[in-house]
T-cell receptor, first 109, second 115 residues
């Protein structure tokens, strides 16, 4: 079992819709959780981080964390074509930063 | 500099050649990571430095891979006797904090192609 699991997609949503990206992790001691966006041929860039159970909102993005279920999600509201990218879930276990394989998102105009 | 800088951006090597990839992290950042990213995959951990100390090298795939950060700033990843399976993008990331806090800032990566 990998440390971080993501549905690789591809996920397609129409412009203006909500995109929902999910991630599970295996280490219960994990301390912080990150969502990175990676455009094709580019390096990952941080979208959001979350440390505590519950929701964290930043503009059109909402991160949700459920430590009991070992589950992290990212919601993108009012999706735009510029949101089309691969979204990487990353987990800091205190000993290591682990990344998922990424979910490819396409927003259709 | 303003961000993490990596060089070369692109490297083509013949099988069996040695290569060296350089990472210049954000000034003052304590933590430095190397990741390997194959096409269509997420970044896979290679090694981690806290200042000049290499605290974890468990991700290095073989003894052909070696990394150093002698003065706690610039780091070099060296791959000896390159093989085709070494072809990937090598990402360097740095963090202001020690490992258990903070976010990672990535460089643009070094794309290695082994022929």
């Amino acid at each position: 079992q990998k440390e971080v699991e993501q549905n690789s997609g591809p996920l397609s949503v129409p412009e203006g819709a909500i995109a929902s990206l999910n991630c599970t992790y295996s280490d219960r001691g994990s301390q912080s959780f990150f969502w990175y966006r990676q455009y094709s041929g580019k390096s990952p860039e941080l979208i959001m981080f979350i440390y505590s159970n519950g929701d964290k909102e930043d503009g059109r993005f909402t991160a949700q964390l459920n430590k009991a279920s070992q589950y992290v999600s990212l919601l993108i509201r009012d999706s735009q074509p510029s949101d089309s990218a691969t979204y990487l879930c990353a987990v800091n276990t205190g000993n290591q930063f682990y990344f998922g394989t990424g979910t490819s998102l396409t927003v259709i105009p | 500099g303003a961000g993490v800088s990596q060089s070369p951006r692109y490297k083509v090597a013949k099988r069996g050649q040695d290569v060296a990839l350089r990472c210049d992290p954000i000034s003052g950042h304590v933590s430095l990571f190397w990741y390997q990213q194959a096409l269509g995959q997420g970044p896979e951990f290679l090694t981690y430095f806290q200042n000049e100390a290499q605290l974890d090298k468990s991700g290095l795939p073989s003894d052909r891979f070696f990394a150093e950060r002698p003065e706690g700033s610039v780091s070099t990843l060296k791959i000896q006797r390159t093989q085709q399976e070494d072809s990937a993008v090598y990402l360097c990331a740095s963090s202001r904090e020690r490992l258990n806090t903070g976010e990672l800032f990535f460089g643009e990566g070094s794309r290695l192609t082994v022929l």
